[in-house]
Nanobody
């Protein structure tokens, strides 16, 4: 059974940075698409970014383009989400997810169903 676990969340001031990590066991992240989602209290879960297995192509939701960067470290079997210029509206629990069915991301990555999820890490952007 594949397992994912996120880390790196915390409290940061607006304009600050955080790097989230999504580590995996019993699952090769470089062979499948890995996605970051987030969910704020009282709001619908939304897809943030996706990185493809193989070619490493990436997708971002419009509100984070230019501020967030997703990357894969093959040696560590870990996907990172570097978040810069954070805003209060980025406050949410961030989850990573993946699935054997998807090797590559697509523009509709946030609509897909993913079997494997981490437990989430809280990101709070506040002064």
């Amino acid at each position: 059974q594949a397992q994912l676990w996120e880390s790196g969340g915390g409290l940061v001031q607006p304009g600050g940075s955080l790097r989230l990590s999504c580590a995996a066991s019993r699952f090769a992240l470089d062979s499948h698409a890995t996605v970051w989602f987030r969910q704020a209290p009282g709001k619908v879960r939304e897809g943030v970014s996706c990185i493809s297995g193989g070619d490493g192509s990436t997708y971002y939701r419009d509100s984070v383009k230019g501020r967030f960067t997703i990357a894969l470290d093959n040696a560590k079997n870990t996907v990172y989400l570097q978040m810069n210029s954070l805003k209060p509206e980025d406050t949410a629990v961030y989850y990573c997810a993946t699935d054997y069915e998807y090797r590559r991301c697509a523009s509709n990555f946030y609509t897909r169903t993913y079997v494997h999820w981490g437990q989430g890490t809280q990101v709070t952007v506040s002064s």
